[in-house]
């Protein structure tokens, strides 16, 4: 327990020291979001019917732009190694970098939803229900990613594998997302979109830290 | 007692070993010497528990390594061809990890490879040397029995690899094992030498 708390500790001190990974993803998403009123209009009816998709999709490519590095750099410097030598099991070098990313990039970029989905018109209805879906999706996206992240390991073009790899899995957790958050969805599909990302969640708990397990070890020999 | 027997590993259809063994006593050293490409850093990964061999066993008071991993990493201190620092963390932070795993005081091991001085600054501003100094020293941490090494030298100064030779004939003198590659020269004394592929 001491290890994996201290392999977390590791990676928020190494992401306070290299702070840029994180602002970039904040930066990307609050960019991409600010493309859209000017591609579509800013009518605020239209704006706000959208807003739900255009958060959900940007914080998802957001999420994935510090994944290729997640394990990337433990790998290219040798740290990789002492991970699995720690006699910490594979399986939970993946949780702990999971959960890694979720406080380095998910939390920041949950926080910032809220005011872009209140500068895309999103009517203050939808703005709780967005937020608790983003709450449980983008933990998933940090399980999906980790597992992503230790499957390319070593693999040629492994930022271009990623992205093919990672975004298809989650699309359960956008269709869901969005829908959840929708501004003409009734409070009975809101409770119901909730519970399937959450669902979605357990599963990906579960199954994402073996998978991650198993690519690090291939990665290890 | 370290054992490994007739160890064979295949890689992309290319033999890279075969019939590897060799018996290691407490305090021994084993010198692993082969051209680049022979199979030295395979064999090392084999013998940390990391890649199974494809034949062959190893064996460690007479138990399978990879029976009880866990158990087999426990043993070890492991020191790859890189250093495995990260540039933006001071040396005593980039010993923290390995010191809550593998235990021992940090202060103390960077003492002993000369790198007192050097604890609060950030590893970028390391030399080579002085980066492969840092990776013996988390080596050296918690006194583990069996050091895997792999080039252990590269990069370090005539005082630093004098200081080498002492700490690993101290840490022989207690019982410990080293197994390290090297295609420099190492003073082990009395290390058997196991050479891998042609002369």
Redesign the interface.
């Known amino acids: 327990m001491?290890?994996f708390l201290?392999?977390i500790g590791?990676e928020l001190?190494?992401a306070l020291?290299?702070g840029a990974d994180t602002v970039a993803a904040l930066l990307f998403f609050l960019v991409v979001t600010a493309l859209f009123p000017l591609a579509v209009g800013p009518e605020p009816v239209a704006l706000g019917r959208m807003a739900p998709g255009i958060v959900w999709v940007a914080a998802l490519l957001a999420a994935l732009l510090p994944l290729e590095r997640l394990f990337g750099a433990d790998y290219e410097?040798?740290?990789l190694?002492?991970l699995?030598?720690?006699?910490l099991a594979p399986a939970l070098i993946g949780v702990a970098k999971a959960t890694a990313h979720w406080l380095t990039t998910g939390l920041p970029l949950l926080l910032m939803a809220a005011p872009v989905a209140i500068m895309l018109r999103l009517p203050a209805t939808s703005l709780v229900p967005l937020l608790a879906g983003l709450l449980l999706g983008s933990l998933t996206m940090s399980l999906l990613g980790t597992a992503g992240a230790a499957i390319v390991l070593g693999a040629r073009r492994a930022a271009v594998l990623l992205p093919i790899l990672v975004l298809p899995l989650a699309t359960p957790v956008v269709i869901f997302g969005a829908a959840g958050a929708a501004p003409a969805q009734t409070p009975a599909g809101r409770t119901q979109a909730l519970l399937l990302e959450a669902a979605f969640l357990a599963f990906c708990a579960a199954v994402c830290p073996i998978a991650a397990g198993a690519g690090l070890r291939a990665a290890?020999? | 007692m370290f054992l490994a027997e007739n160890l064979f590993v295949v890689r992309d259809d290319r033999i890279i070993f075969d019939r590897v063994g060799f018996s290691l006593a407490p305090g021994a050293a084993l010198l692993l010497l082969g051209r680049n490409g022979a199979g030295k850093s395979t064999l090392l990964r084999v013998l940390a528990g990391m890649r199974r061999p494809d034949g062959g066993r190893v064996t460690w008071d007479g138990e399978e390594i990879f029976a009880d991993p866990v158990a087999h990493t426990e043993r070890l201190a492991w020191l790859s061809h890189l250093d495995a620092m990260k540039p933006g963390l001071t040396a005593r932070e980039n010993l923290a990890f390995a010191a809550c795993i593998q235990g021992g005081k940090i202060l103390s091991v960077l003492e002993r490879m000369g790198l007192a001085d050097l604890a609060d600054l950030p590893v970028r501003m390391f030399s080579a040397g002085q980066k492969r100094r840092l990776a013996l020293a988390r080596v050296m941490l918690g006194g583990r029995p069996l050091w895997l090494l792999d080039e252990p030298t590269n990069g370090l100064d005539a005082v630093s690899v004098e200081r080498l030779t002492a700490t690993l004939a101290t840490h022989r003198a207690q019982g410990g094992m080293v197994i390290a590659a090297t295609h420099q020269r190492l003073a082990l004394p009395c290390a058997a030498v196991l050479r891998l592929g042609p002369e």
Do not use: P, Q, V, Y
């Not at chain 1, 699995?84 to 006699?87: I, K, Q």
């Open positions: 001491t290890a201290a392999l590791r001190r190494l020291r290299h410097d040798g740290s190694d002492l699995l030598l720690s006699g290890g020999e």
